[in-house]
Protein backbone atom coordinates (compact mmCIF):
# COMPACT_ATOMS: atom_id res chain seq x y z
CA UNK A 1 0.00 0.00 0.00
CA UNK A 2 3.16 2.60 0.65
CA UNK A 3 4.30 2.13 -2.80
CA UNK A 4 1.19 2.90 -4.45
CA UNK A 5 0.64 5.69 -2.44
CA UNK A 6 4.07 7.01 -3.41
CA UNK A 7 2.82 5.78 -6.57
CA UNK A 8 0.30 8.24 -6.59
CA UNK A 9 1.67 11.06 -4.69
CA UNK A 10 4.97 10.90 -7.82
CA UNK A 11 1.99 10.69 -10.93
CA UNK A 12 -0.04 13.37 -9.15
CA UNK A 13 2.65 15.87 -8.40
CA UNK A 14 4.73 15.99 -12.17
CA UNK A 15 7.79 14.63 -10.50
CA UNK A 16 10.32 12.76 -12.66
CA UNK A 17 9.46 9.45 -14.63
CA UNK A 18 12.23 7.52 -12.34
CA UNK A 19 10.26 8.15 -8.96
CA UNK A 20 7.22 6.95 -10.47
CA UNK A 21 8.53 3.87 -12.49
CA UNK A 22 10.51 2.75 -9.19
CA UNK A 23 7.39 2.88 -7.12
CA UNK A 24 5.04 1.36 -9.98
CA UNK A 25 7.59 -1.31 -10.18
CA UNK A 26 8.00 -2.34 -6.63
CA UNK A 27 3.93 -2.23 -6.44
CA UNK A 28 3.83 -4.28 -9.02
CA UNK A 29 6.24 -6.73 -7.90
CA UNK A 30 4.82 -6.64 -4.77
CA UNK A 31 1.53 -7.34 -6.37
CA UNK A 32 2.98 -10.72 -7.76
CA UNK A 33 4.48 -12.39 -4.91
CA UNK A 34 1.30 -11.83 -2.85
CA UNK A 35 -0.88 -13.78 -5.41
CA UNK A 36 2.47 -16.19 -5.43
CA UNK A 37 2.06 -17.06 -2.01
CA UNK A 38 -2.04 -16.45 -1.84
CA UNK A 39 -2.32 -19.07 -4.51
CA UNK A 40 0.30 -21.44 -3.43
CA UNK A 41 2.04 -21.69 -6.30
CA UNK A 42 5.51 -21.43 -4.39
CA UNK A 43 4.79 -24.60 -3.44
CA UNK A 44 3.71 -25.98 -7.26
CA UNK A 45 6.70 -24.12 -8.62
CA UNK A 46 9.86 -25.83 -6.73
CA UNK A 47 12.46 -24.79 -9.13
CA UNK A 48 13.00 -21.64 -7.57
CA UNK A 49 13.54 -21.18 -3.83
CA UNK A 50 10.88 -17.93 -3.28
CA UNK A 51 12.06 -16.90 0.04
CA UNK A 52 15.22 -16.10 -1.28
CA UNK A 53 14.00 -14.19 -4.56
CA UNK A 54 12.22 -12.46 -2.06
CA UNK A 55 14.76 -11.39 -0.01
CA UNK A 56 16.56 -10.30 -3.30
CA UNK A 57 13.57 -8.16 -4.45
CA UNK A 58 13.47 -6.48 -0.95
CA UNK A 59 17.32 -6.03 -0.71
CA UNK A 60 17.39 -4.51 -4.29
CA UNK A 61 14.07 -2.61 -3.92
CA UNK A 62 15.96 -1.04 -0.83
CA UNK A 63 18.75 0.02 -2.59
CA UNK A 64 16.95 1.66 -5.28
CA UNK A 65 14.27 3.26 -3.15
CA UNK A 66 17.38 4.71 -1.00
CA UNK A 67 18.71 6.54 -3.64
CA UNK A 68 15.37 7.47 -5.39
CA UNK A 69 13.57 8.88 -2.60
CA UNK A 70 16.19 10.59 -1.21
CA UNK A 71 16.90 12.78 -4.84
CA UNK A 72 13.23 13.47 -4.35
CA UNK A 73 13.42 14.64 -0.81
CA UNK A 74 16.86 16.62 -1.73
CA UNK A 75 15.16 17.95 -4.76
CA UNK A 76 11.64 18.40 -3.63
CA UNK A 77 9.73 20.14 -6.54
CA UNK A 78 6.62 20.54 -4.54
CA UNK A 79 4.66 18.85 -1.69
CA UNK A 80 3.82 16.05 -3.48
CA UNK A 81 7.11 14.63 -4.66
CA UNK A 82 8.54 15.34 -0.75
CA UNK A 83 5.43 13.34 0.16
CA UNK A 84 6.15 10.33 -2.15
CA UNK A 85 9.93 10.80 -0.97
CA UNK A 86 9.18 10.22 2.34
CA UNK A 87 6.86 7.15 2.15
CA UNK A 88 8.86 5.80 -0.18
CA UNK A 89 11.21 5.72 2.81
CA UNK A 90 9.32 4.35 5.01
CA UNK A 91 8.61 1.58 2.25
CA UNK A 92 12.74 1.22 2.34
CA UNK A 93 12.29 0.57 6.15
CA UNK A 94 9.83 -1.83 5.65
CA UNK A 95 12.38 -3.66 2.85
CA UNK A 96 14.55 -3.41 5.25
CA UNK A 97 12.54 -5.23 7.79
CA UNK A 98 10.86 -7.44 5.45
CA UNK A 99 14.94 -8.86 4.41
CA UNK A 100 16.02 -9.61 7.54
CA UNK A 101 12.99 -11.38 8.90
CA UNK A 102 13.20 -13.74 6.25
CA UNK A 103 16.63 -14.10 6.40
CA UNK A 104 16.19 -15.29 9.88
CA UNK A 105 13.00 -17.51 8.64
CA UNK A 106 15.51 -19.43 6.24
CA UNK A 107 18.11 -20.00 9.06
CA UNK A 108 15.68 -21.34 11.10
CA UNK A 109 14.24 -23.29 8.40
CA UNK A 110 17.71 -24.89 7.47
CA UNK A 111 18.48 -25.51 11.60
CA UNK A 112 15.63 -27.72 11.78
CA UNK A 113 16.48 -29.24 8.46
CA UNK A 114 19.45 -30.50 10.60
CA UNK A 115 18.28 -31.42 13.55
CA UNK A 116 15.86 -33.87 12.21
CA UNK A 117 16.33 -37.33 12.85
CA UNK A 118 17.40 -39.65 10.11
CA UNK A 119 15.05 -41.83 8.16
Known amino acids: LLALAALICFLASGAHEAYAALAGLETVITILFLLLYLLRLDVRMRWL ?41 ILLVLCIVDAVLLCKKIKLDKARGRSAPAK
Open 49 to 89: FWPLADVSNSVIAALFLLVVCLFAIIVKTNKGTLTGGVLGL
